[in-house]
């Protein structure tokens, strides 16, 4: 969630994590979607954002961006288990270009190329702005593909927060997934956006989306990334930036 008013990705929690955190998601207006992987995105939940379901919404009408999957995923679900025609009219999806920067809400937001889902016809990440702060979103990604982080390393001034993938933990780089990131190419990408000015001391970095199938305890990952200046995050972790 980015302020109270952006949220990335849809997963099968989702309602959970709202409730758990006390906030609403009739409040939400602008949904971003990085891929359709039924962890990231489960267009069943709409059903819910009405009728009986849902009230006094802030925003009557959500908007959700991503790939083309996004929207074909949505209409396909849809066509097995039809949606109430209320709830369908205020949903509007909309494709995103990578690299093409767009305006949603208050965000500047510029869709990247992520190293993830390579079935799908392109997986997202995000480089969102406010005109304060800027946040770079790497998740789910492995390191950037080299014409991604030239887009990446463009930039006027540093990012104030880098959000990365740590699915792959303490495999080593070479026998790990290329779909994926490790906790040592995390340090390799923090040292690499140092180098060419992309970010600075003062840019947060934070490491998330940790399976417990490569990872052992969030306390000793903690431990792990503390010499290199990375943050581990856990469910209802929140920053500032």
Not at 191 to 212: M, N, P, Q, R, Y
């Amino acid at each position: 969630m980015i302020n109270d008013d952006l949220l990335i990705d849809l997963p099968a929690d989702t309602h959970m994590h709202f409730a758990m955190n006390n906030m609403n998601l009739g409040d939400i207006e602008n949904l971003l979607i990085t891929h359709t992987h039924a962890d990231h995105y489960c267009p069943n939940l709409f059903e819910l954002r009405g009728g009986v379901y849902a009230h006094n919404l802030k925003y009557k009408k959500m908007h959700v961006y991503g790939n083309a999957d996004v929207k074909t995923k949505f209409e396909g679900y849809y066509e097995v288990f039809p949606i109430a025609q209320e709830i369908r009219d205020n949903i509007e999806i909309h494709e995103l270009e990578p690299l093409k920067k767009v305006h949603i809400g208050k965000y500047d937001v510029t869709p990247l190329y992520a190293h993830h889902a390579m079935g799908q016809q392109v997986s997202l990440n995000y480089i969102i702005e406010d005109g304060k702060s800027s946040l770079l979103y790497l998740i789910d990604s492995g390191l950037p593909y080299p014409e991604t982080f030239e887009r990446i390393a463009a930039v006027k001034k540093p990012y104030d927060c880098v959000v990365m993938d740590g699915t792959m933990g303490y495999v080593e780089p070479e026998v790990g997934y290329e779909g994926h990131m490790c906790f040592k190419e995390n340090i390799a990408l923090k040292e690499k956006l140092l180098s060419c000015g992309a970010a600075d001391e003062h840019t947060k970095f934070i490491v998330t989306h940790i399976t417990h199938n490569h990872a052992t305890s969030h306390e000793e990952a903690v431990k792990y990334f503390k010499p290199h200046g990375i943050e581990v995050a856990y469910d209802g972790y929140k920053t500032e930036f």
